[in-house]
């Protein structure tokens, strides 16, 4: 997906939501169990109950892989589902020599034709720039995380600046506003302003809103662009909003309200 089509989807169904189908075979109603595939069961009913509500479905490969072959397969299945006009994220961090990230992103973007890979930079330019060689895909570079031990290396100064902010410039300057995308976590809000002074026209792949704590208000009046240049992702609050045998209506309530909140910002 080209970032004019992703703008207008955006544009059209007022949101910026991406669901994160996280999906925790521990986690998901009781009843789906005696399903051949769980998994895909439970992220089924809730693509079905929310697709017309969020613009982007992320996957995190790491609920998947754990399963092995049949994680993998569940995989496949969900992102098959996925409508064509949402856009689809592969949460799989990946970022190696150069070789190895050509490979990981014909993985990602031919073999489960996936439109975006998170991509972690700190081996530099030639494992990050394999990813930005396929027309209409994307790498989501990380940049400024939401987690506690971000504070151990990206919030490093390095003369005047912060480390993150060095990696994000840097990397922008492989790509361009078209093909590559940041993770600024919302639990950051404080930096989100002048992340967005740095980087004015790139989107941000926002998560922390929901069971992590982050201000979708805050985010939102600090980052949003001409092109509203966000797209927050609410996993935990939404898939897991219920657990009985009507989890997916709860989802849909969830994600509803995201969507109303997030249409309020966008004028």
């Given amino acids: 997906m080209n970032r004019q089509d992703l703008v207008q989807l955006i544009r059209e169904r007022k949101s910026y939501l991406c669901i994160g189908l996280d999906t925790d075979i521990q986690k998901i109603p009781k009843h789906l169990l005696s399903h051949a595939d769980p998994i895909f069961a439970f992220n089924k009913a809730i693509i079905d109950a929310t697709k017309d509500l969020c613009v982007s479905y992320k996957i995190n490969t790491a609920f998947y892989e754990c399963q092995g072959i049949r994680g993998w397969e569940s ?3 969900t992102v098959e589902y996925i409508p064509d006009d949402i856009f689809t994220i592969a949460d799989a961090k990946r970022g190696d020599i150069g070789n190895t990230s050509t490979y990981y992103a014909k993985t990602f973007f031919e073999t489960y034709g996936f439109d975006s890979v ?3 930079p700190y081996m530099g330019r030639d494992s990050v720039e394999p990813f930005l060689a396929f027309p209409g895909k994307w790498a989501i570079v990380l940049g400024l995380t939401s987690n ?3 504070k151990d ?3 490093t100064k390095i003369g005047e600046r912060f480390l993150y902010e060095q990696v994000m410039q840097t990397t922008a300057s492989w790509g361009s ?4 995308m940041f993770v600024v976590g919302a639990t950051q809000s404080a930096a989100v302003a002048d992340i967005r002074k740095l980087l004015p026209d790139h989107f941000f792949l ?3 809103v929901g069971a992590q704590g982050g201000s979708l208000k805050e985010i939102s009046e600090k980052g949003l662009n001409k092109d509203v240049g966000l797209l ?3 996993s935990r609050a939404v898939i897991y909003a219920g657990n009985g045998e009507d989890f997916a209506d709860d989802a849909r309530k969830a994600a509803q309200a995201y969507q109303r909140e997030m249409s309020q910002y966008l004028v």
Avoid: H, I, K, W
């Avoid at 506003?177 to 590559?180: E, G, I, K, R, S």
């Fill in 75 to 77: 995989l496949q299945r």
């Fill in 118 to 120: 998170t991509v972690a």
């Fill in 148 to 150: 506690e031990g971000s």
């Fill in 153 to 155: 290396f990206q919030q």
């Fill in 177 to 180: 506003a078209d093909n590559t």
């Fill in 206 to 208: 926002v998560p922390g």
């Fill in 232 to 234: 927050v992702n609410a």
